[in-house]
């Protein structure tokens, strides 16, 4: 419907009875109000000062239902596959046993990494403070120059309420584009300054899900309807498809962002495409089948029909972000898609649920951007971590605390030392350390972490016996509390023993490396990243013994823990594929040491600028190697 003025309130009351009519637009002065208006008809789209800008607007309409916000496409998606063997059996000619004993039998480790930290980042915004006015400012410089998505902006400044996120979110405007793209690209910077509206969405779709489920349990003579189906059409491209779906029977499977399912399974297969059918090769048609279990509340997901800013038409069901679901069955149908049959559940990988339990009580605490920041340099991204510490010394509720401001100081040391900012960081741990020692006893446990900071100074410094020094100091604290710090006491032994390591007193190196990794396998989970560091320190002992099975066999499981508990691109990887890879070319295994030397140059891409001279050196190895492959088969 077009009209040239306001529908009455009757005329809206009809229009909203009447499935016929979709979409209602309006011809008028942009000095109305309109925010108040949309809140009178769902059905109502828009308003148009001019008939040229409403036909422009026309034309770009599909022939079939769907939103102006693209529908369910792949922008607004974003999934993670948590395990599965099947996919490296299919394409390679490995072996299920090889697999099983090899250091890197399950590619989609990193996926599950990503998903725990996509996970751990939305709870630490949903507790951070914030106001709308950082995330206006933001808004308003993000769209300068496009006139339209300003009057956007302009109106949620002026009428936005927290129990209208959900609206906001389901309109064509700034909002939905700028989170569901940091979503998908897990862009930290703007899901902090859109923190305030992730909060009252995730807020408000928990509110609706409550609401639904005892309206659900609550409705008397009714049958029970336990499991309710939902589904979704998505066109995925062939080796994501692949990768995180088709090979995957069985597994988990998470998605990072705000996931829109409809009730219609018509409507979504019309959404999937159908790519056998004039589409592009290089993409699937996918339509998945959801069973939603009601009894399971640890997702959050409601039929925001009635909150939405379209219609009823979509019955559209939205799960909040950190969805888990397990992938049924994945079936090729007559209709020219695939049928995947995915069911929400409350189970997680358990070496995955146990790391991130363990994440959760060591990163998220009292002060949100001190989390952040933990978070961040634990992720690796350094420069982000810097960021939000320095912004977290910026707050009073942070400042107020000499405890807090000393552990702040001791993070951005650490984060300064990883890029290699010596300066810097002796400055920060000893801004730290000034603290402790003139509010603290001398056995205050926080003492610790800090001696043996300086100690990792004084180590890399070539300043051996000062090195052990602090960290012997390091021990004793963490030894001479009531409560040991374990953790610490494991930290300790490790670090001694590297010193030992590099004064080559290799059997007492060996002896403080046992000691702590008997420690960590105590406390910590068994893909705890800490594990791989021991495994690590062990296999440069048998390393410099030039005992190369043994060194292999421990970088070996040092790879596999950090390929289930890091990010694909964190630093430590690239570290224990180029020690690999020089011990496969001790070992005259060409091939191998030349796969793991070009991962590790591709994971230092990443990391370092284009100079570095770790860069040149490793690219001059594979080139060599290379060479020498090549000679060997002439």
């Known amino acids: 419907m077009i009209s040239k003025r306001i529908p009455s309130d009757t005329l809206l009351q009809v229009c909203n009875k009447h499935s016929q009519i979709n979409s209602i637009y309006i011809l008028c002065s942009k000095d109305i109000n309109t925010a108040k208006t949309f809140e009178t008809s769902i059905k109502i789209r828009e308003f148009y000062a001019d008939l040229g800008s409403l036909c422009n607007q026309l034309k770009q309409l599909p022939s079939i239902t769907r939103f102006p916000r693209e529908g369910f496409t792949r922008n607004d998606f974003t999934i993670n596959s948590l395990s599965s063997m099947a996919y490296s059996c299919i394409f390679s000619t490995t072996s299920i046993s090889q697999l099983q004993s090899s250091q890197s039998y399950n590619p989609v480790k990193h996926q599950e990494a990503e998903f725990m930290y996509a996970l751990l980042l939305r709870d630490i915004l949903i507790e951070t403070e914030s106001t709308p006015k950082e ?3 933001f808004c308003l410089e993000k769209y300068c120059h496009n006139d339209l998505q300003l009057k956007y902006i302009e109106e949620f400044d002026e009428y936005y309420i927290p129990c209208n996120a959900i609206f906001w979110y389901t309109r064509d405007t700034f909002l939905y584009r700028l989170l569901n793209a940091a979503l998908r690209e897990q862009d930290i910077d703007t899901l ?35 499991i309710e189906t939902v589904y979704r059409g998505q066109l995925m491209i062939n080796e994501e498809f692949d990768k995180k779906i088709r090979y995957n029977t069985g597994s988990f499977f998470s998605v990072n962002s705000f996931l829109s399912t409809t009730v219609h399974k018509d409507l979504a297969s019309v959404y999937a495409g159908n790519v056998s059918n004039g589409g592009t090769c290089n993409m699937q048609s996918v339509l998945f089948e959801i069973d939603i279990d009601k009894t399971i509340n640890k997702f959050p997901y409601a039929n925001i029909s009635t909150e939405s800013a379209f219609n009823e038409v979509e019955s559209e069901i939205l799960f909040t972000v950190g969805a888990v679901f397990r992938i049924q069955s994945v079936d090729w149908s007559d209709q020219g898609l695939w049928n995947v049959k995915l069911k929400l559940t409350g189970e997680e990988d358990i070496q995955l649920q146990n790391l991130t339990k363990y994440m959760k009580e060591n990163i998220i605490w009292l002060h949100p951007l001190v989390s952040l920041g933990d978070l961040l340099r634990v992720m690796a991204q350094y420069k982000k971590a810097e960021q939000f510490y320095l912004l977290a010394l910026q707050e009073p509720y942070v400042n107020d605390n000499v405890r807090t401001v000393a552990g702040v100081y001791n993070d951005l040391a650490t984060i300064y030392n990883e890029m290699r900012e010596s300066d810097k960081a002796i400055e920060y741990y000893e801004k730290s350390l000034d603290i402790k020692v003139k509010h603290f006893s001398e056995n205050d446990p926080s003492l610790a972490p800090t001696y043996a900071n300086l100690g990792s100074m004084a180590c890399d410094a070539f300043e051996y016996d000062l090195a052990l020094t602090y960290y012997k100091k390091a021990l004793d604290i963490d030894q001479s509390t009531l409560n040991p710090n374990q953790n610490g006491i494991a930290i300790d032994y490790n670090s001694i023993g590297l010193v030992y390591k590099k004064q080559k007193r290799y059997r007492e190196a060996m002896e403080m490396y046992e000691k702590s990794i008997e420690i960590r396998l105590k406390i910590f989970p068994s893909n705890h990243p800490s594990l791989s560091t021991s495994y690590n320190n062990i296999a440069m002992i048998y390393s410099a013994q030039r005992n190369y ?16 508990s890091l990010p694909p691109h964190h630093p430590p990887l690239a570290i224990t594929y180029q ?3 020089m011990a496969y070319d001790r070992q005259h295994q060409s091939n191998k040491a030349l796969e793991c030397m070009k991962k590790a140059y591709q994971i230092d891409l990443k990391n370092l600028p284009a100079d570095d001279p770790k860069l040149v050196q490793n690219l001059e190895w594979i080139t060599d190697v290379e060479k020498r492959l090549l000679d060997m088969e002439s």
């Open 135 to 137: 995330m206006i400012e």
């Open 192 to 226: 902090y300054l859109l923190r305030f509206f992730i909060k009252d969405l995730h807020l408000q779709l928990k509110g609706c899900h409550a609401i639904q489920q005892q309206m659900s349990n609550t409705i008397i003579d009714a049958p029970v309807q336990r």
């Open 549 to 564: 099975t043994k060194t292999i066999e421990y970088l070996q499981k040092t790879l596999e823990i950090q390929l289930n």
């Open 579 to 581: 020690n690999l890879s």
